[in-house]
């Protein structure tokens, strides 16, 4: 990966309150500036209608969707835990645990590589992946699509959505992704983005001190760019192993069988003690360990950090990246130690918080429909 050259005296650029696309831009030092996000990428073949997203939030939350009626996506997604499910390593079904952090769903309608590994392009191909998955969802197409059929609401709601005479799994996934696109930072709520449209009020002092460490001293606009604050590819930090896969025999299970469905050759299917990252899916060794970057936005809600959630808190991030990342064979280039005093990790928090929403998106469970008995 190249490394662009970064801009390092910021602070007089910052100086001047109202601050104009230009000015973040030229901040960037040539990488793509952060900023308030645009409205959401529709595809053409999936456009939002008010009644599908009120179906796809039902299937959200509709326990149907799933193997046992155990896991919904809103029980590894929950709004009170920023949309994710607040644990190091996510539940899993029933019977497995999961293998790494749950994703916030909040502003995924951005990515065009999504999970942590980034292979899926788009909600509608992501949303079975996670329905069906046997460590998440786990449900059997055919029969979620069964069961769908013998909820007469749903009829009624995916003909009018869909036109088509019976529901189909394929039309929930839209409906889902649909949802999902709702789910998205806005702007008004945003200190950074306020300030960015010239509210002067709306970043501390020390928030603008980070900002400027961001764009030069610290470096994160190398990886975190764009309106985003994620340029969507793939970086070894050498996160350290999270503990639990040393002790605890599900996620043990879990992980070897990963390595066992993403075609891991004997020897390290054998060795399987850490996470492969994009490499399950280029089988470069290059690629060992690395991870999509994540979107910096919301963080206040969506702790714990990292594919495997060992960080609980911004100050343990930062003191991280400070030291300049783990031990790793396979480490990008870029990380490495900053040299931040004391107050320069403080003013960088300060500007990583301003990029959450001043309040969580919260929803309550919408009311689902019973089954009935068809003729
Ligand atoms: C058992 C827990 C679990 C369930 C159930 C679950 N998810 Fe997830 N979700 C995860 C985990 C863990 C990840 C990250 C997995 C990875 O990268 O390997 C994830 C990732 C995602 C992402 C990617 C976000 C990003 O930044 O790339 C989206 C979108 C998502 N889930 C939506 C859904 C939807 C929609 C459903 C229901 C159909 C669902 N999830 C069900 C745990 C779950
Ligand atoms: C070389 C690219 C790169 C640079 C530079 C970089 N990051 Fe990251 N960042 C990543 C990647 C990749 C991940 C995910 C790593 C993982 O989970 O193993 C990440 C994860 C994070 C997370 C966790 C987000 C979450 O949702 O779990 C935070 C917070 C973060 N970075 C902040 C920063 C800050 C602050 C800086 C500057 C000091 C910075 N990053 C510099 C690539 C980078």
């Given at each position: 990966?190249?490394?662009?050259?970064?801009?390092?005296?910021?602070?007089?650029?910052f100086?001047?309150?109202?601050i104009?696309?230009?000015?973040?831009?030229?901040a960037?030092?040539?990488?793509?500036?952060?900023?308030?996000?645009p409205p959401?990428?529709?595809?053409?073949d999936?456009?939002?209608?008010?009644?599908?997203?009120?179906?796809?939030?039902?299937?959200?939350?509709?326990?149907?969707?799933?193997?046992?009626?155990?896991?919904?996506c809103?029980?590894?997604?929950?709004?009170?835990?920023?949309?994710?499910?607040?644990g190091?390593?996510?539940?899993?079904?029933?019977?497995?645990?999961?293998?790494?952090?749950s994703?916030?769903?909040?502003?995924?309608?951005?990515?065009?590589?999504?999970?942590?590994?980034?292979?899926?392009?788009?909600?509608?191909?992501?949303?079975?992946a996670?329905?069906?998955?046997?460590?998440?969802?786990?449900?059997?197409?055919?029969?979620?699509?069964?069961?769908?059929?013998f909820?007469?609401?749903?009829?009624?709601r995916?003909?009018?959505?869909?036109?088509?005479?019976?529901?189909?799994m394929?039309?929930?996934?839209?409906?889902?992704?649909a949802?999902?696109?709702?789910?998205?930072?806005?702007?008004?709520?945003v200190p950074?983005?306020?300030?960015?449209?010239?509210?002067?009020?709306?970043?501390?002092?020390?928030?603008?001190?980070?900002?400027?460490?961001?764009?030069?001293?610290?470096g994160c606009?190398q990886?975190?760019?764009?309106p985003l604050?994620?340029?969507?590819?793939?970086?070894?930090?050498?996160?350290?192993?999270?503990?639990?896969?040393k002790?605890?025999?599900?996620?043990?299970?879990t992980?070897?069988?990963?390595?066992?469905?993403?075609?891991i050759?004997?020897?390290?299917?054998?060795?399987?003690?850490?996470?492969?990252?994009?490499?399950?899916?280029?089988?470069?060794?290059?690629?060992?360990?690395?991870?999509?970057?994540?979107?910096?936005?919301?963080?206040?809600?969506?702790?714990?950090?990292?594919?495997?959630?060992?960080?609980?808190?911004?100050?343990?991030?930062?003191?991280?990246?400070?030291?300049?990342?783990?031990a790793?064979?396979?480490?990008?280039?870029?990380?490495?130690?900053?040299?931040?005093?004391?107050?320069?990790?403080?003013?960088?928090?300060?500007?990583?918080?301003?990029?959450?929403m001043?309040?969580?998106?919260?929803?309550?469970?919408p009311?689902?429909?019973?089954?009935?008995?068809?003729?």
């Amino acid at each position: 990966m190249k490394t662009k050259p970064i801009i390092l005296a910021l602070g007089s650029v910052f100086g001047a309150a109202a601050i104009g696309y230009a000015t973040l831009a030229a901040a960037a030092g040539g990488f793509p500036a952060l900023g308030p996000l645009p409205p959401p990428p529709i595809p053409a073949d999936n456009p939002m209608t008010p009644e599908k997203i009120e179906l796809g939030k039902m299937l959200f939350w509709d326990s149907r969707l799933g193997g046992d009626a155990s896991s919904p996506c809103a029980v590894c997604h929950e709004p009170s835990k920023g949309w994710g499910d607040g644990g190091e390593i996510s539940r899993g079904y029933p019977g497995t645990q999961h293998w790494r952090n749950s994703q916030t769903i909040l502003n995924s309608a951005y990515y065009n590589k999504l999970f942590w590994e980034g292979n899926v392009t788009s909600l509608e191909q992501q949303a079975p992946a996670a329905a069906e998955g046997n460590v998440a969802g786990n449900g059997d197409r055919s029969l979620m699509e069964m069961r769908l059929r013998f909820i007469p609401e749903y009829v009624e709601r995916f003909k009018k959505v869909f036109g088509a005479d019976w529901p189909r799994m394929t039309h929930a996934y839209m409906a889902i992704a649909a949802f999902e696109r709702t789910i998205v930072s806005d702007a008004k709520q945003v200190p950074f983005d306020r300030f960015t449209k010239g509210d002067k009020k709306a970043l501390s002092e020390s928030a603008q001190r980070g900002m400027a460490l961001y764009n030069g001293k610290a470096g994160c606009i190398q990886c975190h760019n764009g309106p985003l604050a994620s340029d969507q590819r793939f970086y070894a930090l050498g996160v350290p192993e999270n503990e639990v896969f040393k002790t605890e025999p599900l996620y043990q299970i879990t992980h070897r069988w990963e390595h066992y469905q993403k075609g891991i050759d004997e020897k390290g299917y054998r060795g399987a003690d850490w996470d492969y990252g994009l490499y399950y899916r280029t089988k470069n060794p290059k690629d060992k360990a690395k991870f999509r970057t994540p979107s910096l936005r919301e963080l206040k809600y969506s702790a714990p950090y990292m594919h495997n959630g060992v960080f609980y808190t911004l100050d343990e991030v930062v003191d991280f990246y400070n030291k300049g990342g783990g031990a790793s064979p396979y480490k990008s280039p870029q990380i490495k130690p900053l040299g931040l005093t004391d107050q320069e990790k403080k003013d960088l928090v300060a500007f990583l918080e301003s990029l959450s929403m001043d309040k969580p998106i919260l929803m309550d469970p919408p009311k689902l429909p019973p089954y009935a008995v068809m003729k």
